[in-house]
Nanobody, 126 residues
Framework: QVQLVESGGGVVQAGGSLRLSCAAS????????VAWFRQAPGKEREFVAA???????????YYADSVKGRFTISRDNAKNTGYLQMNSLKPEDTAVYYC????????????????WGQGTQVTVSS
């Protein structure tokens, strides 16, 4: 089992930055892939970024086209924490952001993730 707790959400003006954190407890953090998803009101949950387990692809990352070049996913296995650095934020980035984890490789399909956090709200004002 892995328990995930997100933090770092808030309200920011367009063009600003936020860093989300995903604190994990339970299973060995370095052995799980970590991903970020987001869900805006009335929309389906959307893939944002993922980073592999160190044992799989040495922490390689994968991004949705909509955030590529603006967002950076990372992990600190010593702190059992994943991060999502979000720069150049746009109003369309407004959503609840969720951290997710799974054993094995990373995928953009939310259905294959076993563990989820409670979500943190990000609001970008224009």
């Amino acid at each position: 089992q892995v328990q995930l707790v997100e933090s770092g959400g808030g309200v920011v003006q367009a063009g600003g930055s936020l860093r989300l954190s995903c604190a994990a407890s339970g299973r060995t953090f370095s052995n799980v892939a970590v991903a970020w998803f987001r869900q805006a009101p009335g929309k389906e949950r959307e893939f944002v970024a993922a980073i592999s387990a160190i044992s799989w692809s040495s922490g390689s990352a994968y991004y949705a086209d909509s955030v590529k070049g603006r967002f950076t996913i990372s992990r600190d296995n010593a702190k059992n924490t994943g991060y999502l650095q979000m720069n150049s934020l746009k109003p369309e980035d407004t959503a609840v952001y969720y951290c997710a984890a799974r054993s094995g490789g990373y995928y953009s399909d939310p259905g294959v993730y076993d563990y989820w956090g409670q979500g943190t709200q990000v609001t970008v004002s224009s």
